[in-house]
């Protein structure tokens, strides 16, 4: 079936805690994430929140969104990866992730959003 | 089982065209889906793309964030409210933006995200 986009949730268990509340870390690596798979970023939004230093943050792209979500205290995120086309490798991005958050525990579900009835161009 | 957060993914199809591409719209729609919801925001980022009038936008809030994406050529949007705790209502979130895009066709899938081994409390 062809779809308008293709949705990648992960989630990303036993971090390392640093790494999950560290903002400028996330940020950074969210930005390279995006770059490394091959979309183009038209911009950002990170914010950190009290009582445990949860980061969320969100990469906006020509080819849709970048999110990540963290829980320090449980060593969890919550990363979406949603994007259009064919250009980008959503699966750069996500062995990228697992790798700088140090996550010993990973899992993926890949969606498509917007299934249509005709056939699309990815032009 | 015990989750750290709920993850709505809303195709809303058949959407009024004209709304789907005017992005001062969008916003002000999806940051008082935000409020309406019971959400705190604290950031939002929205961008247009050519050729068709598309816009991706997210607000990210104390609790997460929302998301959207338009296709105004197919009369589709993709929407996610991404929630943790139990003080935010996405379903409020739904039925604003289900009304607000004119969608005559909609589906909704809800996910647990975070998913722990021991309860989780919600305060």
Same mark, same amino acid.
């Given at each position: ?18 790494? %999950? ?28 929140? @009290? ?10 792209? %020509? ?26 490798? @959503? ?7 697992v790798r700088e958050l140090q996550a010993k ?5 890949? %969606?498509?959003?917007?299934? %249509?009835?005709? @056939?699309?161009?990815?032009?």
């Amino acid at each position: 079936m062809e779809a308008l986009a293709k949705h990648v949730l992960l989630e990303l268990n036993d971090c390392s805690r640093e790494r %999950l509340s560290d903002i400028d870390f996330l940020r950074d690596t969210l930005l390279s994430a995006a770059r490394e798979a091959g979309a183009t970023i038209v911009g950002d939004s990170f914010h950190i929140f @009290p009582p445990y230093g949860g980061v969320s943050g969100v990469v906006i792209i %020509l080819e849709s969104h970048l999110s990540v979500h963290t829980w320090p205290e449980h060593g969890y995120a919550a990363v979406d990866i949603f994007t259009c086309g064919n250009r980008v490798r @959503p699966e750069i991005a996500v062995d990228l992730l697992v790798r700088e958050l140090q996550a010993k525990d990973s899992s993926i579900v890949e %969606l498509k959003r917007g299934i %249509l009835n005709s @056939p699309v161009s990815h032009e």
